[in-house]
């Protein structure tokens, strides 16, 4: 467990605030016979995970804005049955090549 003094002096760098992730301890019980954690993926955080992802190399390459812009594009004209990450790869796809 990280000190304070280690919290703030991280987000006064990054100027951000610095959070602590929950593990989650109830898929660690199904260890196999090697001892090796087999993981276990769920539908709604991977759609996160790429959302996440397309966000990161929108910023890695100075494309946010128009990502941003391209979003509010295919919100405008989205069927209600379409998911986020669903519009999130649409919106890079436009972006990415520009």
Same mark, same amino acid.
């Given at each position: ?42 539908? @709604?955080?991977?759609?996160? %995970?790429?959302?996440?992802? #397309?966000?990161?190399? !929108?910023?890695?390459?100075? *494309?946010? &804005? ?10 405008? @004209?989205?069927?209600?049955? %379409?998911?986020?990450?669903? #519009?999130?790869?649409? !919106?890079?796809?436009?972006? *990415?090549? &520009?």
């Amino acid at each position: 467990m990280l000190r304070q003094e280690v919290y703030q002096k991280t987000s006064e760098v990054f100027g951000t605030v610095v959070g602590v992730a929950n593990v989650d301890y109830k898929n660690l019980d199904e260890v196999s016979v090697d001892n090796e954690f087999t993981p276990v993926t769920y539908k @709604k955080a991977s759609d996160e %995970i790429d959302i996440n992802n #397309i966000i990161c190399l !929108a910023i890695d390459y100075d *494309k946010y &804005k128009e990502l941003q812009k391209n979003l509010y594009k295919h919100n405008i @004209k989205r069927h209600p049955k %379409i998911k986020d990450v669903t #519009i999130y790869k649409r !919106a890079w796809e436009d972006t *990415k090549w &520009k």
